[in-house]
């Protein structure tokens, strides 16, 4: 046995001498890199054969792969993996270093000076006052005509009739006080800066202004406001309140506003205004919704929901040419019948 042991280590020594000595062969020789060669060669041919091609074709075809891939993931504790690794104070430390970087930054940057971002931003806001403007018409053009019938009760006439394309007294004031907003807001930013200015200049330390210069402002302010809107009727025929609730000034059934009358009008508007409002509240009884001051200057106010910002009727007014048929050119009404 013991011999039989000897001649088989001695047996298995020669043959790993046989191996080794036959790999420094292969090895000096080239052979070795040879066979590598031709079986790599041997396996890229096969796998690009079509043969095996159709092979796998088969088996995505019938869905084996996906049913292997399937099997082989547990959604269960990839969502559980996923989650961990989100929760994990490294993903944390990851996030905070990629909202720090000044790519992030410059991403963030372009991403809100894009064009696309802007319109869509100005379109959101514009939506929305559009949707302001047009509520409030509505809701001012059915109060005008509930005004005029309690006005009309409380007066015994019967002549009122509901439909006219001439603005009421409650839609009127809800476009002046629109304007008297916005003049508000500048008169307020205006005496802001001058009651920082005018002290200094004047070397006087106590706060506000001096009644004489803030009376002189008063009256500046009055005319200025008053300029203000002949400028406007004259321009375009419509105050920026106006022209929100989608109302306008005509004369003669014309669009175009001559300066005299603008004046004339506003000249008129405290004498509407001085006893007790009267000269407004005759828009309520009149049969065309025409107060004091309109009669004055020759003016009424009708509806021109096209030129509204929140209408969709196109814009097709135009300033009437003396000679010219106004009917040619009469603004867009809103189908209101005239009063009788």
Known sequence: ??????????????????????????????????????????????????????????????????????????????????????????????????????????????????????????????????????????????????????????????????????????????????????????????????????PTVFGDRSDGLPTAVALVLIVLGTIFAGMLFVSFWTLIGQTPGMRFLGIRLQVDGQNEIPFRRAMRRILAVPLALIPFGLGYLAILISPTRRGWHDHIAGTEVIYDEASAPWSLAPREWVHHTSGADPDDDAPKRKGRSSRT
């Open 1 to 198: 046995m013991a011999a039989s042991s000897a001649n088989g280590g001695s047996g298995g020594s020669a043959g790993s001498q046989r191996s080794s000595a036959a790999s420094r062969l292969a090895g000096a020789t080239g052979l070795e890199r040879a066979v590598a060669g031709v079986v790599e060669e041997t396996i890229v041919r096969t796998v690009e054969s079509e043969a095996v091609i159709r092979a796998l074709e088969r088996i995505v075809e019938d869905g084996r792969l996906q049913a292997a891939i399937e099997r082989s993931i547990d959604e269960d504790q990839l969502e559980e993996a996923i989650k961990r690794a989100l929760d994990s104070e490294i993903a944390d430390r990851v996030w905070e270093d990629i909202l720090a970087s000044d790519k992030a930054q410059l991403l963030v940057e372009r991403v809100a000076n894009a064009p696309e971002v802007r319109a869509a931003i100005t379109q959101q806001g514009f939506g929305l006052i559009s949707d302001i403007g047009r509520q409030v018409s509505r809701l001012t053009e059915t109060l005008d005509d509930v005004a005029e019938r309690l006005a009309h009760a409380l007066f015994r006439r019967g002549d009122h009739e509901a439909e006219s394309n001439e603005v009421g007294l409650v839609t009127r004031i809800a476009a002046a006080a629109i304007d008297l907003g916005l003049l508000s807001i500048l008169f307020s930013v205006t005496s802001a800066l001058l009651s920082a200015i005018i």
